[in-house]
């Protein structure tokens, strides 16, 4: 049950100061193209998590950069040009009203 343990960092702090989360939909499905950007999302540091939803977008991503323009600069320098990108909608974070990194198990 336990998977790890972890120290909670303030982000902020630690010179991540925009968060945003990231919808993104894909110009066509396959096994291939599932698995190329998953391994896209993998290696790009500025990803603090992504999933795989269902809904108007496939993907919505969590991303942590320093600032506006580091953020337009992975969008518009990494994300938007890779070839199974088909479109992408943001969303920047302005208050945090809730963050829980661990399970509330009182309602188990």
């Known amino acids: 049950m336990i998977e790890g343990y972890a120290a909670r ?7 991540f100061g925009l968060r945003a989360m990231v919808r993104v939909n894909l110009k066509d499905h396959g096994k291939g193209t599932d698995r190329d ?6 290696s790009a540091p500025e990803v603090a998590s992504a999933f795989s939803v269902s809904g108007d977008a496939d993907y919505i991503l969590e991303i942590r950069t320093a600032d506006l ?8 320098g990494r ?5 199974q990108v088909g479109q992408v909608r943001s969303d920047i974070v ?5 963050d ?6 009182s309602a188990v």
């Not at 950007?37 to 993998?42: G, K, Q």
């Not at 829980?100 to 198990?105: I, T, V, W």
């Open 9 to 15: 960092l303030n982000a902020r702090k630690l010179g």
């Open 94 to 98: 302005l208050k945090t009203l809730k």
């Open 37 to 42: 950007f998953a391994a896209f999302l993998e």
């Open 100 to 105: 829980r990194a661990g399970l509330d198990l």
């Open 69 to 76: 323009e580091a953020f337009a600069a992975f969008i518009h």
């Open 79 to 83: 994300l938007l040009p890779h070839p």
